[in-house]
């Protein structure tokens, strides 16, 4: 596609669900992240993967966030027994490249857990 | 920058005139910075970005600024418009990071 697309668009679970947050980055993009966004400030990252490897989660608040990309271009954020704290959006970007190039955002998955 | 929550701070100006969107960062190991501009239930978008070999950058009705001296940045936007209307982000990127780091935004309204 054009751009990055997220889906679903809008989530709500339960406290104590599993969620998985789809990311299809921009065909070609060898980067991709995902970012999390509390209401009122700018996204924080979370896991960063060059094609399939993911070489950083220092950005993951818990064993219970999860991420993967498997082929190198759809990736998936799976959150596990999720809590009232992981409410947010989550934002995937891609870029061409690693190094100084502009990441490109999809809108993002609003996450509301009840 | 530090994240001021649910306040952001706020600039208005008037339709036709130019606006300037400042931002700090900390980071003088920083050598990338982008301009994002995020409107309500969409995600970032790229606006301009400047390298630190660089001082000024020029694109299409806005200038990003960069100071390195006293660690600012600035987004100049000419003849702004309502459609200009939407928080305003900064981000930095250390040489060895691969991610991004944002500042707290700033909500610019354009008023009629």
């Known amino acids: 596609g054009a751009g990055v697309s997220q889906s679903p668009r809008y989530k709500v679970a339960k406290r104590g669900q599993d969620v998985a947050l789809r990311c299809d980055p921009i065909?070609?993009?060898?980067?991709l992240f995902w970012y999390q966004q509390a209401l009122g400030q700018g996204p924080e990252f979370l896991t960063y993967?060059?094609?399939?490897?993911?070489?950083?989660k220092s950005g993951l608040p818990s064993d219970r966030f999860f991420a993967e990309r498997p082929e190198g271009s759809v990736s998936t954020l799976k959150i596990q027994r999720t809590q009232q704290e992981d409410s947010a959006v989550y934002l995937c970007?891609?870029?061409?490249?690693?190094?100084?190039?502009?990441?490109?955002f999809g809108d993002g998955t609003r996450l509301s857990i009840l | 920058g530090e994240s001021v929550g649910l306040h952001l701070p706020t600039l208005s100006v008037q339709e036709g005139d130019n606006s300037i969107i400042n931002c700090a960062y900390s980071n003088s190991a920083s050598d990338y910075f982008i301009w994002y501009k995020q409107e309500s239930g969409k995600g970032p978008q790229f606006i301009i970005d400047i390298r630190s070999n660089m001082d000024k950058r020029q694109g299409q009705r806005v200038t990003v600024l960069l100071n390195k001296t006293v660690k600012h940045l600035s987004l100049q936007i000419a003849a702004t418009q309502p459609g200009d209307s939407a928080v305003y982000f900064c981000a930095e990127k250390e040489g060895s990071a691969r991610q991004l780091t944002f500042g707290s935004g700033t909500q610019l309204t354009v008023l009629p």
């Open positions: 065909s070609g993009h060898v980067s």
């Open positions: 993967f060059q094609n399939e490897a993911q070489l950083d």
């Open positions: 970007a891609s870029s061409f490249k690693e190094g100084n190039q502009p990441q490109h």
